[in-house]
């Protein structure tokens, strides 16, 4: 497996995606999301999953933390949430139909579950498996690990375990009721301090 392998499909919603995390996310949760996107294809082929719509995926796992940033920080509603809003409005510019924009913001929010069946959203299931090894190094030794030193060395974690800790611990002070808060209890902060990739990494 390599990261030729993995071509992203160009379409208006992936390059707005790809455009508005690039403006936005610092070069360590840019390098994270598309890190993302690409652990999701890599489990899809390991697995052999069917019927992946993988333009929803890109576009999902591009913007999955969008609502971290402060552009995007709604006052009340759960980070995963917010960012599947500005998934569901730039879909639509797009010219997706209303349920393929509402299921952008499933897969968003998804990703934050602590687990889904693919049987019911295998997007969302791709996302979560992805983001779990990314963020709190949920099955290390999974993918290739040729695979894995190849995305690193394109897209190195940088500052990822502080910067993302910072952001989800903010957001779980103010909003106690979402997953955020669960994350932070979960021990989000030791999970990325010692994650398994950091020693694969020079960034």
Known sequence: MRMEDLRAPDTPATRGALELAAALHSPALLNHVLRSWLWAEAFALLEDRRGVDHELLRTAAVLHDIGLVPAYDNVALSYEEAGGQVAVALTAGAGWPAERRQRALEV????????????????????????GLDISGARPDALPADFVREVLDRHPRLGLGAEFT?????????????????????GLADKLAHHPHERLTAG
Not at 168 to 182: D, F, L, S, Y
């Open 108 to 131: 968003v929010v998804r990703h934050n579950w602590p687990a889904v069946d693919p049987g019911l959203d295998v997007e969302g299931y791709l996302l979560e498996v992805a983001t």
């Open 166 to 186: 910072a952001r989800v611990t903010e957001q779980a002070a103010r909003k106690p009721t979402t997953a955020a808060h669960r994350l932070v209890q979960g």
